[in-house]
């Protein structure tokens, strides 16, 4: 799918593919964040996303005039949880609305691990 915006010089079309992508990045820049997980529970949690596939770790819905967003990611152990799912959601909002001209309705996150990283098991 795609979201199409209709200006005054034409058609602009931008994938969902492409609105995933840019999600993925804007989360990654929060601090607490390990990085993103698949989406598909069948897919393995033991290898976090790299950054050319984020888009499996965001389910982007389209509605009418406005787009959902829904994100999976892993956080760092010790931090506190919602905050950093706030900050994802408000940095994942922000940079669509600026950097794509897109309406979003809402960001759900949804933690699906906790990763102690390397530094942390001393």
């Given at each position: 799918?795609?979201?199409?915006?209709?200006?005054?010089?034409?058609?602009?079309?931008?994938?969902?593919?492409?609105?995933?992508?840019?999600?993925?990045?804007?989360?990654?820049?929060?601090?607490?964040?390990?990085?993103?997980?698949?989406?598909?529970v069948q897919e393995e949690l033991t290898d976090l996303l790299r950054r050319e596939n984020?888009?499996?770790?965001?389910?982007?819905?389209?509605?009418?005039?406005?787009?959902?967003?829904?994100?999976?990611?892993?956080?760092?152990?010790?931090?506190?949880?919602?905050?950093?799912?706030?900050?994802v959601q408000e940095r994942v909002k922000y940079v669509i609305e600026t950097m794509l001209?897109?309406?979003?309705?809402?960001?759900?996150?949804?933690?699906?691990?906790?990763?102690?990283?390397?530094?942390?098991?001393?």
């Amino acid at each position: 799918m795609a979201q199409e915006i209709q200006s005054q010089y034409g058609k602009i079309v931008i994938r969902e593919e492409v609105i995933a992508t840019v999600s993925g990045v804007a989360a990654m820049e929060c601090y607490g964040l390990v990085g993103m997980a698949p989406r598909n529970v069948q897919e393995e949690l033991t290898d976090l996303l790299r950054r050319e596939n984020f888009e499996r770790g965001v389910d982007v819905q389209f509605g009418d005039d406005s787009i959902s967003i829904q994100l999976y990611i892993v956080v760092e152990y010790g931090v506190k949880i919602s905050e950093v799912a706030k900050n994802v959601q408000e940095r994942v909002k922000y940079v669509i609305e600026t950097m794509l001209g897109l309406k979003v309705d809402r960001v759900n996150v949804k933690v699906q691990s906790v990763r102690v990283t390397s530094a942390k098991r001393k």
